[in-house]
């Protein structure tokens, strides 16, 4: 079956690094997202990755290693906002494409 | 602006009711998706379409259905068949499915369903 772990939660201070893990196993990878989504609204796109490495983007990178079926967001220099969950997601192809989504890491960022 | 809209923000269910739930987008976006959100767990697939006139089932598609006769428009009815329908319900599209850099999902802004 497809599957996809996150931790469900995880806490970290206002200026620190926060680094979010996600392991998967799927056939057919295509690519992983992460995404943000604040309580009570749609998740937001973060990044997506669908080779090997590190991608950097402002605050926030993201690595993917599809060998070891791993990635991981990457979280500088936390802010409040930054009190969200956040949700990886496996893009893979089964004929058509689907999207896989993990239950999400609730992050809490505290002064 | 371009972007994905639901409607309504709140909608309420009474028992044996079908209900219908909008989206739609102007992004020009060939695909578009359902999905069902539960507290504590991840995101589900409830239909998709890739093309329009053209749906497919998703995980959890029992007692849910669709339609897509416009690229704008993708409509999801809850029918009185699904019997735990209460979750928030989100709404996705992406661009041409097979060509790199259009795989992005982007999502709007969602409707919580509420059976009263």
């Known amino acids: ?111 | 602006d371009g972007g994905i809209t639901q409607s309504p923000k709140y909608l309420f269910r009474k028992e044996g009711q079908n209900v219908t739930l909008s989206c739609e987008q102007n992004l020009n976006h060939d695909a578009m998706y359902w999905y069902r959100q539960d507290p504590g767990q991840g995101l589900r697939l409830i239909y998709y379409s890739q093309i329009v006139n053209d749906f497919q089932k998703g995980d959890i598609a029992e007692g849910y259905s669709v339609s897509r006769e416009k690229k704008e428009s993708f409509p999801l009815t809850v029918t009185s068949a699904q019997k735990n329908p209460t979750a928030f319900y989100l709404c996705a599209s992406s661009g041409e499915r097979a060509m790199v850099g259009q795989e992005t999902q982007y999502f709007g802004p969602g409707t919580r369903l509420l059976v009263l």
């Open chain 1, 1 to 111: 079956g497809q599957n996809i772990d996150q931790p469900t939660e995880m806490t970290a201070t206002e200026g620190a690094i926060v680094q979010i893990n996600c392991t998967y196993q799927t056939s057919g990878f295509n690519g992983l997202f992460w995404y943000q989504q604040h309580a009570g609204e749609a998740p937001t796109f973060l990044s997506y990755n669908v080779l090997d490495g590190l991608e950097e983007k402002g605050r926030f990178s993201s690595f993917l290693s599809r060998s070891k079926g791993y990635s991981y967001l990457l979280l500088k220099e936390l802010q409040m906002k930054d009190s969200a969950s956040y949700l990886c997601a496996v893009r893979v192809s089964t004929g058509g494409f689907k999207t896989i989504f993990g239950a999400g890491t609730r992050l809490f960022v505290k002064a």
